[in-house]
């Protein structure tokens, strides 16, 4: 199964990915969590990607399909996979179907979880993220055991440079001008579906496996 996240930045995308890649023993595929490991690592691609996010921006598609694609293109996605961040473009989305159509694959569902602005910066400037291994906590909503610390891997967790209040408008911004078209996109294509992601994360994660099967 291949399945889309949609949704603004901050609306749970990456915390029901995990959750879908969990029950599904599919990849949950993140291309900001792959854009701060290489930032992590001092990679090219890193220092170029940095520049962006740290506004707010997209990195440029240039350099996020072909990163994208040859991720897919893994041993591991054979059986299919859970797209976290990408496409956030329509030319994004484009270029995915192309890739997948030379090779006669499909996106079975885009799944917008939907979550009004209002609740945005709170969702985001409460996010505390772990860098070591993706996993992500809300202070108040979704708080992990030990104060600071990882449940997953132990290590010290920290508010994203750009889940800063300053950074989530742009962000939010950028959101509407540029991805938020993609669900237009996806429901001419028949495959969009619609979870209210203001609910609890398990009420959320339970719209979403209705939808999935
Ligand atoms: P995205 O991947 O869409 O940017 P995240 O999954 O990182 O968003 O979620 C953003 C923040 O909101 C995180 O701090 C997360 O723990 C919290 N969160 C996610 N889902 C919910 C929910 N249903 N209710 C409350 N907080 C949530
Ligand atoms: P995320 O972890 O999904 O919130 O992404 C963090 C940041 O990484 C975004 O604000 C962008 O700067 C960049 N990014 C992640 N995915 C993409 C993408 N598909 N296209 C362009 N930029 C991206």
């Given at each position: 199964m291949k399945i889309i996240m949609l949704g603004a930045p901050g609306a749970g995308k990456g915390t029901q990915a995990k959750l879908i890649a969990d029950k599904y023993g599919i990849p949950h595929i993140s291309t900001g969590d792959i854009f701060r490991a290489n930032i992590k690592n001092g990679t090219e691609l890193g220092m170029k990607a940095k520049s962006f996010m740290d506004k707010g921006e997209l990195v440029p598609d240039g350099l996020t399909v072909s990163m994208l694609l040859d991720r897919v293109g893994q041993p591991d996605c054979k059986d299919g996979y859970v797209l976290d961040?990408?496409?956030?473009t329509i030319p994004q989305a484009e270029e995915l179907d192309r890739a997948l159509s030379e090779r006669d694959e499909r996106i079975d569902f885009a799944v917008d979880v939907d979550v009004p602005d209002e609740n945005i910066v709170n969702r985001m400037s409460g996010r505390r993220a772990?860098?070591?291994?993706g996993a992500t906590y809300h202070l108040e909503h979704i708080p992990p055991k030990n104060e600071g610390l990882c449940d997953s891997c132990g290590s010290g967790l920290v508010l994203r440079d750009d889940d800063k209040a300053e950074t989530v408008l742009k962000r939010l911004q950028v959101y509407h001008d540029q991805t938020q078209p993609l669900i237009e996109f996806y429901t001419r294509k028949g495959i969009l579906k619609t979870v209210?992601?203001?609910?609890?994360m398990k009420d959320v994660f339970a719209a979403i496996t209705g939808i999935l099967g």
């Open positions: 961040g990408f496409p956030r772990c860098l070591k291994c209210d992601g203001t609910q609890d």
